[in-house]
Nanobody, 121 residues
Framework: QVQLVETGGGLVQAGGSPRLSCAAS????????MGWFRQAPGKEREFVAA????????YYADSVRGRFTISRDNAKNTMYLQMNSLNTEDTAVYYC??????????????WGQGTQVTVSS
């Protein structure tokens, strides 16, 4: 089992640059791809970004490419999402996830509890 805990959410002004963190514990020896999904009110959970175990491969949704940067520090069992140039459409609960590739919502092995990010205009 792997436990994932997100931190770093909250209320942010439009244009802000918060950073989300996801700390993994438990069976962290498993070499999972990790990533972020988000879910806005009334919408389905959608893919945001993912990073391979080595960090050599990163993937982004079109809506965040160029604004968000995903990274990980395996020595600390922690993944990050640096978010820049936020707008109100980025308001959502952000979920950390771990699983095999290809990385998709239906193939996730572990989910975090989610952290709310609210962007005010």
């Amino acid at each position: 089992q792997v436990q994932l805990v997100e931190t770093g959410g909250g209320l942010v002004q439009a244009g802000g640059s918060p950073r989300l963190s996801c700390a993994a514990s438990g069976r962290t020896s498993s070499r999972y791809t990790m990533g972020w999904f988000r879910q806005a009110p009334g919408k389905e959970r959608e893919f945001v970004a993912a990073i391979s175990w080595s960090g050599g491969n990163t993937y982004y949704a079109d809506s965040v490419r160029g604004r968000f940067t995903i990274s990980r520090d395996n020595a600390k069992n922690t993944m990050y999402l640096q978010m820049n140039s936020l707008n109100t459409e980025d308001t959502a609960v952000y979920y950390c996830a771990a699983g095999p590739e290809p990385f998709s919502r239906g193939r996730i092995s572990y989910w975090g509890q989610g952290t709310q990010v609210t962007v005010s205009s």
